[in-house]
């Protein structure tokens, strides 16, 4: 299944479709453990990304790009650095938030490589993590600023709080839980179909696929 | 006594007095020549604080990393200031202030390739690239990487400025016979493709900081010699180790390391006087082979 997003000039995929090197670690549609003992779905539809140019020239939102909620580091699986790409539809919703903070701050957002998407192979990824549904993003500075410090990271927290009541900021600290050099938004655990997507599948066929792209992974059930 | 013997001996009578110079402080030299097979030393398997030496063995980690397929040297990483001490896990930064490039801070939040990140830990001496390198590989694979090809006399525990595990007695240490050995292993490919062992010595070649070897070798051999070496300065070290290369001959391997609380410039001085001592024997033993 593949559709063009009018808005964004992108394809859209049902990743249950692609290629296994790919789908195996994006796990579409799997469902993960959280730390806290909760499942989740993880997303089926991706924005498909030809190249960095692509990523790069695609606005999200006046002032986030693409490319910013896609950058990862060699911790990501290999076959998922190599183009094209694959980011969860999820992340125009991100975006749009990110959007609104960036509006009340009124200065530049940062986000930190591996802070926007990342696959739940990623080795830097805990099971459950909203980055895995593209909807977390790792605030690293603000206008120039670097948040690492328990003022700025809880100020701006403040305000993230306060325009985005069912988001999640995660509290200053040391510990698992909290963070210490950023600042990081969630919105939970959404997930995105377009429209002109269809989610009708042959249900013991998409069973069975879920199946196998799940089979061994620690802290994922088809 | 033949000339050699001669510039021998000089060199060990006028080390010992350059060590007892230091006063309370340590001096600690070795020597190999690939020509000549010439290997001396001055108390080489003392052990120093390695300040920013242990950056050489962390360069053999990474590429022996890089030579198990782990990632290459184009491979981006994550720039990101923030490391677990391994005395007790909490977190630490490196001091911008302290460290002397600008340019690995300066990505702080966006990613680096990892050979780029090698350059800065070696050429200008990035404290935090080399802590970023030094978690990419592990130390315990660092470790392993050097004990792999017989290296003994360098200890790797951590990464740099991790200030409780130094209060807490943890440093990186090496010897000078360790830090010859390392380098000998880099220049002869022990483990390491021709390709990996190129990359590292192009990349110490590149240095800049003068460190003691360099200033301390007679001025017409300065200006054709070209020196593959790492410094180390912390307030009571100051250390340089390399590969000098002369024309019309293979190298030689050197190692100074030098501590003594107060001025660093008593040390550096140490450090190129035994360098053109140096230099002067291993001259007279090549010719002589």
Redesign the interface.
């Known amino acids: 299944m593949m559709v063009a997003n009018d808005a964004l000039g992108l394809p859209v995929v049902d990743a249950l479709d692609l290629p296994d090197p790919v789908s195996r670690p994006l796990q579409p549609g799997a469902l993960m453990r959280t730390r806290d003992g909760d499942w989740h779905r993880l997303p089926r539809f991706f924005f498909e990304v030809d190249s960095w140019q692509t990523a790069l020239t695609t606005q999200l939102t006046a002032h986030f790009g693409l490319w910013e909620l896609m950058?990862v580091?060699?911790?990501e699986a290999a076959s998922l650095r190599m183009f094209p790409r694959y980011v969860p539809c999820a992340v125009t919703s991100l975006a749009a938030a990110l959007e609104v903070f960036r509006l009340e701050v009124g200065a530049t957002v940062?986000i930190?490589?591996?802070?926007g998407y990342r696959s739940p192979t990623h080795r830097g990824s805990r099971s459950g993590s909203p980055h895995c549904w593209g909807t977390a993003a790792n605030i690293?500075?603000i206008g120039g600023e670097?948040l690492?410090t328990e003022e700025q990271i809880g100020r701006y927290g403040a305000v993230a709080r306060r325009l985005l009541p069912f988001g999640w900021v995660r509290p200053y600290g040391?510990a698992a839980g909290h963070a210490?050099?950023h600042l990081h938004i969630d919105l939970g655990y959404a997930t995105m179909v377009p429209n002109g997507i269809s989610e009708e599948d042959d249900e013991a066929d998409q069973a069975r696929r879920l199946d196998d792209r799940s089979a061994g992974t620690s802290g994922v059930r088809p | 006594m033949s000339r050699a013997e001669h510039l021998q001996a000089t060199l060990a009578s006028r080390a010992g007095e350059i060590a007892a110079g230091l006063g309370d402080g340590a001096l600690g030299v070795s020597v190999f020549d690939y020509l000549s097979g010439f290997a001396w030393g001055l108390d080489g398997d003392r052990w120093f604080h390695a300040a920013s030496t242990i950056k050489v063995a962390i360069l053999a980690g990474l590429f022996d990393a890089i030579e198990r397929r782990r990632?290459t040297l184009d491979?981006?990483?994550?720039?990101?200031?923030?490391f677990l001490s391994v005395l007790d896990g909490?977190?630490f930064?490196v001091d911008a202030r302290r460290d002397a490039d600008d340019d690995v801070h300066a990505s702080?939040?966006?990613?680096m390739r990892?050979g780029e990140l090698a350059r800065h830990m070696i050429v200008r001496s990035s404290n935090l690239a080399a802590n970023l390198l030094l978690d990419?590989v592990g130390v315990e694979e660092t470790r392993g990487a050097l004990a792999a090809r017989d290296i003994t006399g360098v200890d790797v525990c951590r990464g740099v400025e991790d200030e409780r595990a130094f209060e807490a007695g943890l440093s990186n240490r090496v010897t000078a016979d360790g830090i010859v050995g390392l380098l000998r292993a880099i220049r002869d490919g022990r483990g390491f493709s021709p390709e990996s062992s190129k990359a590292m010595i192009d990349i110490l070649m590149d240095q800049e900081f003068a460190g003691g070897i360099a200033p301390g070798l007679p001025d017409a051999i300065r200006a054709v010699a070209r020196v593959a070496h790492k410094t180390g300065d912390i307030s009571t070290v100051s250390h340089d180790a390399g590969l000098v290369f002369l024309p019309g001959r293979p190298p030689y391997v050197v190692a100074i390391l030098a501590a003594c609380a107060g001025d660093p410039s008593a040390r550096n001085e140490a450090l190129a006087a035994i360098s053109g001592l140096v230099y002067d024997a291993v001259a007279a033993a090549g010719e002589a082979a």
């Open positions: 950058d580091d060699l911790h940062r930190a490589a591996n802070g690293y500075a670097p690492d040391h210490d050099d | 990632f491979s981006r990483l994550h720039v990101r200031n923030r909490q977190p930064r702080i939040g966006k990613t990892v990419l």
